[in-house]
Structures are given as C-alpha cells and as structure tokens.
C-alpha cells in the first residue's frame, strides 16, 4: 500500500511525549500517515504499538536491541523505509515535541517544488539556555572553518523517496544525519520555523553528547577538515622557514642577539618538526579514506521487532520474514 506521509522518529524512554505527539500529528496531517517509530533501546517505557493505533493512525514499531543513539536510530527508521515502506514523503523528526508537527506541511509545501529533493528545518526561534545558544554559535562557525560549508539545520526534515533510497545507500548516515543530507548532493531548501517547547521532561541530551553530536558531523567531511589542517600546517611551516631564515640573517649581519638567537631558532624548529609532521600525517590519513569505500551497515542486525500497530495498513510483514 502507498502511503502520501511516512513519519520516522527515535523514542528513547519518553512515553508521555510520543503519545502526545502522536494525536497532534493526526490533528495536523489526518490518518493518511504512517508511522515508523524507533524504540531506541528503552527499558522502563518500551514503545507499545497500541499507542499508534489509539491515537487513529497506523504504522510500525521498530524495537532495537540496545539503545544506539539518536542518530542511528534515526538511520535505522530510514533504512527501513527505503526497504519496505512506499510512500510519497518522508518527514523525519523528534518525539519530544521540540518538531512542531503543525509546520510538518510547510516543509511538505516545500516538496510541491520538483527542484527541491530536501525540505530542512531553519529555525529561527529556540527554546534553549544560553549555554546551548553560545555553543551552538561556536559550533557553527567551527564547522564552517574546518568544513567550508554551513550547517544551519537539524533532524526535522521532509524529503522525496528518491532521497531517502540515496541516504540509505550512504554510510555516512549512520553518523551524522544533518551532515550526511548535505554531503549527498541532494537539492536543499531551508524552511524557516520556529521550535516548539517539550511535551514532557528533560532533554537528555547533556553537554558532553552534545560536543559529541557536533564532533561528529565533521567526520563526515573527514577529507575536507583533513586537507583544510594540512594546508593550514603548511602555512604555519613555511612562516617558520621565513621566520628561522630571517633570524640567521640577523646573525650574520651581526646584529645584536642578546641570548635570543638559540631559543628563538630552536623554538622555530620545533614548530617546523610538528606542523611538518602532522602535515605528513594528514596527507597519508587522507589518502586512506579516499581508497576505502565504506558499506552502510544492515540495519537489520539491530532491530529485534518491527511489530505493526493494528488495525495495520503495513507495507510489509513483520521483521521476521524481511529477506
């Protein structure tokens, strides 16, 4: 059966929200929806699929062995998709609330343009504490020094089939969702929206998973941050060169060194050793990665259930009789 709307999400110990969620996403969107929610590994609230039926919509539960992260939960539900779901659209998002769901179809309006493979979520208002705000700021522009390219967008986003299938064909998905949307190639448009506030409890996302998040959406661009520190040793080395030489002409010309000539040429060695090492390694990390394809992992050796909710208008059996 195809479905107009599929809407991937990772739940992690957060009952309250989701069910929430999922009655505002029937007010939103209708029943024409269909959910793949991804229980990433919870213990003390598990994710029933009586809650996706009761809430008048259909869909499926996928049940992971262990808790594997916000974004490979996220990687596992789209992987999934592009198996066994079809569909028009494919909208993923939080299930905390934080994901609006009535801006779901302005990125959906977004889609109605077929110049646009990706509809991402700009927001322009947030509901965090300063310190998230500074960091984040920090982060960006980090990203877009070490990168060459901006990331102003998150998780919540709409997008073709076609870009789903293409994702799900990258293995770079399973580190960085935002990171791995921009390094497919695929036609972005940017839709500004404001973020909503939690339905329920905490974040739990602390300050450390955060840095994590932020680190790792470099390493999708790992040959790019690589070659950008390379060229950046380089010029840090030849200054040293300049440097030392301009010392020992100094020297010999006799001007006054009192007691600073050793130090200085010494120190400007050293720094000449380290930046022209590191350069060296940078150069051979980046050959590495450039000869290695990586394959996306199965995503299936994570999931433990896919059970679909009933009465269930599923695409495909349950999980035990996927091929």
């Not at 077929?114 to 920090?138: G, I, Q, T, W």
């Not at 030392?244 to 050293?270: D, H």
Request: proline content about 4%.
């Amino acid at each position: 059966m195809r479905f107009e709307h599929v809407i991937v999400m990772p739940i992690y110990e957060d009952a309250a929200s989701f069910m929430k969620l999922l009655r505002d996403l029937n007010s939103s969107l209708g029943d024409q929806v269909y959910i793949v929610a991804v229980d990433d590994g919870s213990v003390r609230e598990p994710v029933q699929t009586d809650w996706i039926s009761e809430a008048g919509l259909s869909g499926v539960v996928l049940s992971l062995h262990r808790n594997m992260g916000h974004q490979r939960a996220i990687a596992i539900g789209l992987s999934y998709v592009a198996e066994h779901v079809d569909a028009e659209h494919v909208v993923v998002m939080d299930s905390d609330g934080e994901d609006r769901p009535d801006t779901i179809p302005a990125l959906l309006v977004a889609l109605q343009d077929p110049s646009v493979d990706v509809a991402v979520a700009r927001r322009k208002k947030r509901v965090e504490s300063l310190r998230f705000k500074a960091f984040y700021a920090v982060y960006k522009r980090l990203f877009a020094l070490l990168v060459g390219r901006n990331v102003d967008f998150g998780n919540f986003m709409a997008m073709r089939m076609s870009g789903v299938k293409r994702l799900g064909a990258m293995s770079e998905l399973w580190i960085h969702i935002a990171a791995t949307v921009i390094a497919s190639k695929l036609r972005i448009r940017p839709i500004s929206l404001d973020r909503g506030a939690r339905y329920a409890g905490k974040s739990k996302m602390n300050f450390v998973g955060l840095a994590l998040h932020g680190f790792r959406s470099m390493m999708v661009f790992a040959e790019d941050v690589l070659v950008r520190v390379g060229v950046f040793c380089t010029i840090i080395a030849t200054f040293t060169v300049i440097a030392i030489a301009i010392a020992i002409t100094m020297k010999v010309i006799g001007s006054p060194t009192p007691g600073w000539f050793s130090n200085v040429v010494l120190s400007l060695t050293l720094i000449f050793l380290q930046t022209g090492a590191l350069t060296l390694m940078t150069l051979l990390t980046t050959g590495v990665i450039k000869s290695v394809t990586a394959q996306p992992p199965d995503y299936r050796q994570f999931v433990e259930t896919a059970t679909p909710a009933a009465p269930a208008r599923q695409p495909a059996a349950a999980f035990g009789g996927m091929d």
